[in-house]
Nanobody, 132 residues
Framework: VQLQASGGGLVQPGGSLRLSCAAS????????IGWFRQVPGKEREGVSC????????YYTDSVKGRFTISRDNAQNTVYLQMNSLKPEDTAVYYC??????????????????????????WGKGTLVTVSS
């Protein structure tokens, strides 16, 4: 499976971007697709994920209400719509696929490190820069 992330760029605070993650080599069915991001010098963190089989979506607290993950199984593509962008959203964004159940705690919060560990395929990142 190969993943191609695109859509990054330079945007002013408050602006929007839509990232795309196109998969080839396998349909998205029964995969979990996640978006992660990394700032140089910091650990990679989970941003959002979606189950292709159930459609359930999850977001890390810092992006809730601003980011929306969606999938188009016919196009084999997952999107991350990012609105009201903030300078702290600046990072390299990666998409990844895993044939796993989304790991959550008793409050249905995603265990992001566990999800990251369970991902089988990673795409090259796309840089998002939020700056005036």
């Amino acid at each position: 499976v190969q993943l191609q992330a695109s859509g990054g760029g330079l945007v002013q605070p408050g602006g929007s971007l839509r990232l795309s993650c196109a998969a080839s080599g396998s349909p998205l069915d029964y995969y979990v697709i996640g978006w992660f991001r990394q700032v140089p010098g910091k650990e990679r963190e989970g941003v959002s994920c979606i189950s292709s089989s159930t459609g359930n979506t999850y977001y890390t607290d810092s992006v809730k209400g601003r980011f929306t993950i969606s999938r188009d199984n016919a196009q084999n593509t997952v999107y991350l719509q990012m609105n009201s962008l903030k300078p702290e959203d600046t990072a390299v964004y990666y998409c990844a696929l895993g044939r796993i159940l989304i790991p959550t705690d008793m409050s249905d919060n995603v265990k992001w490190p566990d999800l990251e560990y369970g991902m089988d395929y990673w795409g090259k990142g796309t840089l998002v820069t939020v700056s005036s």
